[in-house]
């Protein structure tokens, strides 16, 4: 080997492109041996310019646009959405729909903890784990599904209320797939936390401190399992949790194994919130008239998605549409703490450390409304082109 | 046992039992072994001709050599791999029958078994890629921490026998099985067989989420395709050799059939058990436990040794 | 301790540097700051343990005001503070609050990139979002980016 090229600090780089990220995103670990030494990231891989975008949007466009900025909790970020511009427009959604409302973020948050754990058990190379955990999480699917007519993106929400209603026959499928992935997540439970094997890896692996967490503003579940409560649906109740209270889950180890068990639990208490709202489902219409156009104002509405809380800020100027919308995703708070916890931790537990906060790259990316398209000139195209290129595209395959 | 020569020297050497026979009972294994932690695991799985596709792919492929990489190094490895373990499986009982035996042949085979291991990290540390490097330093750390326990657990029955001679030792162990004998033994050289083989939950070397395929990250095309040929084989001699000397030794096609598939079907349901281990606690466990282990059979043996006398 | 509570507390902590207060809603509290008393502010509010930082909002106020606005939003409970800073066009920088919150660091890397506002004290100014060919001096969230060729 020549001396010149050795680089002193051995880097290993995971991303923006690797077997562990499902999205991109770039890590750099500098290691010693197989101990972590060092930790720096690179985001925006999956930036698509969605707050620019939000500007030229009028308001009712805006909730399909936000809906999309993530794949996984999508439905979190318009109910969001939705809740800040009725609190600009002085609007309440009436009570059947802040209902349904959480209903589907409830089984949003269920969908998304099994595909976390699934993902998560998968980075510990526990593949049967991953394949059980998502064979179940389908059932969830099939009732978003069912409920929506989508897997993702559901478009439950409009401005001012819902779209769906939720008929008997729902009510019935929804308790059914309950009770299953009840007994489903009690063996989790128990796999995770008595399983030796997998227990070697998560235990005291990657801890971040109720002092840490808090100092590095970690929020969501990777919080409550440092023992830091920070859950909105407890702190600050909006739409239907305002009556029907949440009980915060709390694990105090905070390490890899109490996210888990914090993620777990958490699923109970998803599956108690979800029977509660059915039994007490409130009648009456499903959404409210809203004005074309919010009052000038600000509002900032903040909800709990399934990885924390979800921030938005919306400001208004009377017009079509929006002022500014800002969009602090959970994942953003969270990031500092991988970088913190991987250094001194060993190389294969880095990829557990980093699923650990359940990252979601395509929330936190957000902004910037130019994409390069990759033609021969390599210009930047404007939205406009973008878009009519796409629609030349289908027209040409159609 | 005499060595074949002439016309039924080469169809033993290229056709049967070694060469193609073992080859293609290399790749029926993997296929099983697939399909079953596949199926274990609540999904399809492979179908049958999985296996060869992808070596038939694999040697239609380009091969790319890396930059920094000596091509002589990183074409000989592979070869080599597979030459040694293609070696091994002569002095084995596949499907019944040794090509070569003589006093000895215990230790070669063990050794050439391990031929596949060393190159494989020799592969990684020769192309230069970082996953690569990492990869093989796993690679040769694991070689090092399950070896000794492995040759222990081989020794045993070797011991008892009172021969270096595979087939020696098989004839002094068919009438019992010395499973039930010398059971510690036993579950030392499954795992050890499973940490020879990268196998869950010694796959650190080539964990994925880490380090992408370890090692073998460069590798690809007709390289690549030797090597999975090559773990294939040592797959099938690992598995003769335990059922050779734990399971009262191979006798027939059959007998063959019945004791490797068996033993498969044990290694691919604790594949799917297990969680991946870190490499330190792959170490820690192998010299913590597995060598005590060992050492605890040879004490016991020793012991019932002075009594019987 | 009752949101009010929260609220109140932070407005005594605040009420050195506070130039304006104003209660848009009943769990919310807008504090106006000047820039150079930033830091102090933000150091107070730790001291004190209020709260963690949940975002950092960059506004343009247009080409009238001329003027950019940073909002600084805190939560301790369902109370949110925000801190409001305005800075002309001209003049667009602010302290970086990372000496007191390391963890702002990605909030302001994002502030400084999309808002071109310099902040000052921020150790890792490298890009966090915008791709690595982006073009120098184009920042997208300012209400006069040009964007389109």
Redesign the interface.
């Known amino acids: 080997?020549t001396t010149g090229s050795v680089p002193k600090r051995?880097?290993?780089?995971?991303g923006p492109q690797?077997?562990?990220l499902k999205e991109p995103g770039h890590f750099d670990f500098s290691?010693d041996?197989?101990v972590v030494t060092g930790a720096t990231v690179?985001?925006?891989y999956a930036?698509r310019?969605i707050?620019?975008a939000a500007e030229n949007q009028n308001w009712v466009q805006n909730l399909y646009l936000l809906e999309r900025i993530c794949g996984i909790c999508s439905h979190i970020h318009a109910t969001a959405y939705c809740l800040g511009v009725e609190?600009l427009a002085d609007v309440e959604a009436p009570p059947r729909a802040q209902a349904i409302r959480v209903l589907i973020a409830e089984l949003e948050r269920v969908h998304s903890h099994l595909l976390w754990l699934g993902v998560t058990?998968?980075?510990?190379?526990?593949?049967?784990l991953f394949?059980?955990s998502w064979?179940d999480r389908e059932t969830v699917m099939d009732i978003l599904e069912s409920l929506t007519g989508n897997r993702v993106n559901y478009s439950a929400n409009m401005l001012g209320g819902v779209k769906f209603d939720v008929t008997d026959d729902n009510r019935k499928a929804i308790e059914r797939g309950v009770n299953f992935l009840e007994t489903r997540t009690r063996h989790y439970l128990n796999v995770v936390t008595t399983?030796q094997?997998?227990v070697?890896?998560t235990r005291g692996v990657g801890v971040i401190t109720r002092e840490q967490a808090?100092?590095?503003?970690v929020?969501g579940p990777t919080a409550r399992a440092s023992g830091v409560l920070?859950d909105v649906r407890v702190?600050?109740p909006y739409a239907a949790y305002r009556d029907i209270p949440v009980q915060p889950v709390i694990e105090t180890a905070g390490d890899l194994e109490a996210r888990f068990v914090v993620r777990l639990k958490e699923l109970f208490e998803s599956y108690r919130l979800i029977r509660v709202i059915l039994e007490q489902m409130p009648p009456g219409d499903l959404n409210v008239r809203m004005p074309r156009r919010p009052k000038a104002?600000?509002a900032?509405s903040?909800v709990e998605a399934p990885r924390g809380?979800l921030?938005y800020?919306i400001?208004s100027n009377g017009a079509d549409n929006p002022e500014?919308v800002?969009v602090?995703t959970p994942t953003?708070?969270n990031?500092?703490s991988v970088l913190v916890t991987a250094v001194g931790q060993?190389?294969?537990?880095?990829?557990m450390i980093l699923a650990g906060i359940d990252p979601c790259f395509s929330c936190n990316?957000?902004?910037?409304?130019?994409s390069?398209a990759g033609d021969a000139t390599s210009?930047?195209?404007?939205?406009?082109q973008l878009r009519q290129y796409s629609q030349a595209y289908y027209r040409r395959r159609l | 046992m005499n060595a074949p020569t002439g016309l039924g020297a080469l169809v033993s050497l290229l056709i049967f039992p070694g060469g193609l026979f073992v080859l293609a009972n290399g790749l029926v294994f993997e296929w099983i072994d697939r399909k079953l932690i596949a199926r274990l695991q609540n999904r399809i799985g492979p179908r049958w001709y999985q296996p060869l596709a992808d070596i038939i792919k694999l040697l239609a492929k380009e091969e790319v050599v890396p930059e920094r990489a000596d091509p002589r190094l990183f074409f000989a490895l592979p070869i080599v791999a597979l030459a040694g373990v293609l070696t091994a499986a002569l002095y084995l009982p596949i499907a019944g029958r040794f090509v070569f035996s003589f006093p000895g042949d215990l230790i070669v085979t063990v050794y050439m078994l391990s031929l596949l291991t060393l190159c494989t990290g020799l592969a990684g540390a020769n192309t230069r890629n970082r996953f690569a490097l990492v990869g093989a330093t796993r690679t040769l750390t694991q070689l090092f921490s399950y070896e000794v326990p492995f040759f222990l657990a081989m020794l045993g029955p070797a011991a008892v026998a009172g021969s270096w001679q595979i087939a020696d030792i098989m004839a002094h162990n068919s009438q019992q099985w010395l499973l039930f004998i010398q059971p510690i033994g036993f579950v030392v050289a499954l795992i050890g067989l499973m940490g020879k083989l990268e196998m869950r939950p010694f796959d650190a070397p080539e964990a994925e989420t880490e380090i992408v395929a370890g090692a073998l990250t460069e590798y690809s095309g007709r390289g690549l395709a030797l090597f999975y040929l090559g773990r294939n084989v040592e797959l099938i001699g690992g598995l003769t050799l335990v059922a050779t000397f734990y399971l009262g030794g191979i006798h027939n096609v059959l007998d063959y059939f019945l004791k490797t598939g068996a033993l498969l079907i044990v290694l691919a349901s604790l594949q799917t058990l297990m969680t991946r281990l870190r490499i330190d606690q792959t170490v820690g466990l192998w010299w913590r436990v597995g060598a005590l282990l060992a050492l605890a059979q040879w004490l016991v043996l020793i012991v019932i040794g002075e009594v019987a006398l | 301790m009752t949101t009010e509570d929260r609220l109140r507390q932070a407005q005594e902590a605040l009420s050195p540097w506070a130039q304006e207060a104003d209660a848009p809603e009943p769990v919310r509290l807008d504090i106006v700051l000047d820039r150079s008393h930033l830091p102090s502010a933000v150091a107070a509010l730790m001291n004190i343990r209020w709260g963690y930082l949940v975002a950092i909002t960059g506004l343009d106020l247009g080409a009238e005001a001329k003027q950019y606005e940073v909002l600084y939003h805190f939560g301790s409970g369902a109370a949110l503070l925000t801190l409001r800073v305005r800075i002309a066009h001209a003049d667009s920088v602010v302290p970086s609050i990372t000496g007191i919150i390391p963890a702002a660091s990605v909030a302001e890397r994002e502030l400084s990139e999309m808002f071109g506002i310099r902040v000052i004290g921020l150790l890792d100014q490298s890009r966090l979002f915008l791709p690595d060919d982006w073009p120098d001096g184009v920042y997208p969230l300012r209400k006069d980016a040009v964007l389109e060729k």
């Open positions: 080997m051995f880097s290993i780089p995971i690797h077997p562990a290691v041996g197989e690179r985001l925006g930036h310019g707050e620019k609190k058990a998968h980075e510990a190379g526990f593949d049967t394949m059980y064979r399983d094997v997998f070697q890896r808090e100092q590095l503003g929020i920070r702190e600050a104002g600000e900032i903040r809380e921030f800020f400001k500014r800002k602090r953003l708070c990031m500092a060993q190389l294969a537990d880095v990829p990316d957000r902004a910037v409304t130019i390069k210009a930047v195209w404007s939205w406009q």
